[in-house]
């Protein structure tokens, strides 16, 4: 049996498991699958979970708690790809289960790409689960905002890149390492953690009234960051968001920017398609975006059983 309620349950051979679960309960296998705050725990019964490294020292500094990472021997953490530390779970008894959490099958500079794997129930994310939304090939976009920014950088000019602080801000620091790179001191924190796991990530913070062009500035532009954004803007500063949503028509204008590059730590359609195909699963259950419109196109296209897991609708993120 597997329903919605805190977290994903799964509930086989006389055991529950819980994947990104709300509330960390002792009597559970609980298992956080990334640290985004919409799959981070809220409340802990227990400090016993199963992640990787990179997140429990995320789930640390976000939420306060130390997390005693443990195993299972029913249970496989598998390369996910969306953002570093991000892990897919197979839970393996009387039937195999993938859980992918968020996920992505494309190579990119700081993690790698989600694999699939057979499995006989498919638990997947449907962020964006519509045919429109098919990515093109990331070398190739992040080669195009390169341009853009050497062009900026020759004329002593300012950048500031809007990205979320945990994931593409961190593909930005590695894949544009060579240039004058400024963080929001969010975005530093979170590359000195995981410059302790290894990772090679600028770290270097932006410090207003400081900071003289040419530079690039990565920033989310939430909350405080809007003024400080408006008044760079108006000292000439040149603007460029990296967003999944950058296919849409009219995401440029909503977000205010002079650019949009269309990067996610996300699988587009056809990626999603791909992985499904792959996996040869029996039964999908969807969670997470376009539920039913991506159910619907797994049944239409592969004759799978298939069916939404939503309990509620969340709000899809403007940095995806």
Request: hydrophobic letters at 35%.
């Amino acid at each position: 049996m597997i329903r919605q309620g805190n977290g994903i349950l799964l509930e086989m051979d006389g055991r529950k498991y819980r994947f990104d679960p709300k509330r960390v309960t002792q009597d559970d296998i609980c298992m956080i699958s990334h640290a985004h705050s919409d799959h981070l725990p809220t409340s802990f019964r227990s400090t016993k979970a199963i992640c990787s490294s990179i997140t429990r020292d995320f789930v640390k500094i976000r939420t306060g708690k130390d997390v005693e990472t443990c195993s299972d021997e029913r249970i496989k953490l598998l390369e996910a790809g969306h953002i570093a530390g991000s892990k897919m779970f197979m839970v393996e008894g009387e039937s195999r289960v993938l859980y992918t959490g968020d996920f992505c099958t494309r190579e990119k500079e700081h993690t790698r790409a989600a694999r699939p794997h057979n499995c006989d129930i498919l638990v997947v994310e449907a962020t964006y689960g519509k045919p429109q939304y098919v990515f093109p090939d990331h070398a190739e976009i992040m080669s195009a905002a390169r341009d853009w920014l050497e062009d900026i950088i020759r004329r002593d000019g300012t950048a500031i890149l809007l990205a979320y602080p945990l994931g593409k801000s961190q593909e930005l620091s590695a894949s544009l390492k060579d240039l004058p790179l400024l963080l929001h001191p969010t975005i530093a924190e979170n590359n000195r953690i995981l410059r302790n796991h290894g990772y090679s990530l600028a770290t270097d913070e932006f410090v207003p009234d400081t900071a003289k062009p040419p530079f690039v500035y990565i920033t989310s532009g939430y909350g405080k960051e809007s003024s400080r954004v408006d008044l760079l803007k108006k000292r000439g500063a040149k603007t460029a968001a990296f967003s999944g949503w950058a296919l849409d028509r009219g995401f440029m204008f909503q977000s205010r920017v002079d650019e949009a590059f269309p990067v996610s730590d996300h699988c587009g359609y056809n990626e999603l398609m791909e992985f499904v195909r792959q996996c040869k699963p029996t039964q999908v259950l969807t969670t997470h975006g376009y539920t039913k419109e991506f159910a619907m196109q797994v049944r239409r296209n592969f004759g799978i059983q298939a069916q939404p897991l939503v309990a509620r609708q969340r709000t899809l993120d403007h940095f995806c």
